[in-house]
């Protein structure tokens, strides 16, 4: 039986809110230092960007660079740009998916 008549112990959820926060800012921070690679036209281009998504770095082999068909060019950028995003969603799932399942329905946190 729950003490208090049958109430959750408030301090108690407040202090597990808490930690639940500052585990998912250390999360974050984590995610701000880690970064993640994409590529295209068979390693071509390759985009790393952080946990964020934030663009870090462009890699461009010469080979894919023709002044004559610079669509070509600019759509693999895109595309490893793309890639790499993705994978930095993958990670960010990881992190933080088992930090912020179940807290959609806690009033005053923002998930």
């Known amino acids: 039986m729950i003490p208090g008549g049958g109430q959750p112990n408030m301090q ?3 202090q597990q809110a808490q930690k639940m926060q500052q585990d998912l800012a250390r999360a974050e921070e984590e ?4 970064e993640v690679d994409g590529q295209a036209g068979g390693g071509l281009v390759k985009a790393t960007v952080n946990g964020s998504g934030e663009l870090r770095a462009l890699v461009i082999d010469p080979k894919a660079v023709d ?3 610079t669509e070509t060019l ?3 950028v895109i595309a490893a740009v793309q890639a790499a995003n993705d994978n930095a969603q993958t990670l960010r799932q990881q992190k933080l998916g088992p930090l912020t399942e179940g807290l959609g329905g806690m009033p005053g946190l923002p998930f």
Do not use: G, T, V, W
Not at 31 to 34: F, H, M, S
């Open 67 to 69: 002044p004559e068909d």
């Open 74 to 76: 600019a759509d693999l």
């Open 31 to 34: 995610l701000a230092q880690a």
């Open 12 to 14: 108690q959820i407040l």
